[in-house]
């Protein structure tokens, strides 16, 4: 089985600071790892992902998220927010195991203010 | 690429009526997943289909079903809708499978009365 958990529903940061959206996961084998931001109104759209490699993961917007497998952690982050970063964000995990589910499971997601 | 279109992109319909809600993915994508997204429970899955065959199920009942056609194009059927069907309902398109990345559509916000 496969899960995994947002502790915070919402993360307010004020703009210029750095911000931490928290993930951690569980699955049997290795992970994939994803981060996605929606915009209300909106669907879903691709942040980054892990896969394999370096722990440090760039993705668009200048955020990152950094793979730690001791804490089953995949927290998002960036070094100064912006107002424009306000949006609900979900980390989502999938067992890289050949057998286990192709669907990844999806975090309750994270409201993300930015006040200015 | 154009990205992953649904349609409609908002619907109302009453208690008892059935809908039908369509999804085109980018072009060259063969998996196409479908997700109902509500406040209370989040992003849940409810089907994903690769090659105009169902691949994995979600835990809904049978009054929500799907196919895919030969041009990866995917509908999905809600049948005897409930209030609690209200939700929005997302398409996600990969290459091949989600171990990739999912690029979603806008959505189809449902309302039903």
């Known amino acids: 089985a496969q899960s995994v958990a947002q502790p915070e529903d919402q993360v307010n940061v004020a703009e210029g600071n750095p911000l931490t959206v928290k993930c951690t996961y569980s699955?049997?084998?290795?992970?994939?790892l994803f981060w996605y931001v929606q915009y209300p109104n909106r669907g879903l759209q691709f942040l980054l992902k892990?896969?394999?490699?370096?722990?440090l993961v760039k993705g668009s917007y200048g955020f990152e998220a950094e793979f730690n497998k001791s804490q089953t952690s995949f927290h998002l982050k960036k070094p100064s927010a912006l107002v424009s970063d306000s949006a609900l964000y979900f980390c989502?995990?999938?067992?890289?195991?050949?057998?286990?589910?192709?669907?990844?499971?999806f975090g309750r997601g994270t409201s993300l203010i930015v006040h200015p | 690429k154009a990205g992953v279109t649904q349609t409609p992109r908002y619907l109302i319909k009453t208690r008892g009526q059935q809908v039908t809600l369509s999804c085109s993915p980018i072009?060259?994508?063969?998996?196409v997943s479908w997700y109902q997204q509500t406040p209370g429970q989040g992003l849940q899955f409810l089907f994903e289909?690769?090659?105009?065959?169902?691949?994995n199920k979600g835990n809904f009942p049978g009054r929500f079903s799907g196919r895919q056609f030969s041009n990866s194009r995917s509908e999905m059927n809600v049948s005897t809708l409930e209030l609690g069907d209200s939700a929005l309902y997302l398409c996600?398109?990969?290459?091949?499978?989600?171990?990739?990345?999912?690029?979603f559509g806008p959505g189809t916000r449902l309302l039903v009365l």
């Open positions: 996600a398109s990969s290459p091949r499978d989600s171990q990739e990345t999912q690029y």
């Open positions: 699955v049997s084998g290795n992970p994939y």
């Open positions: 892990y896969i394999t490699g370096d722990n």
């Open positions: 989502a995990v999938r067992d890289k195991r050949s057998g286990g589910s192709y669907i990844p499971t």
């Open positions: 072009s060259g994508h063969r998996s």
């Open positions: 289909y690769f090659s105009e065959t169902q691949r």
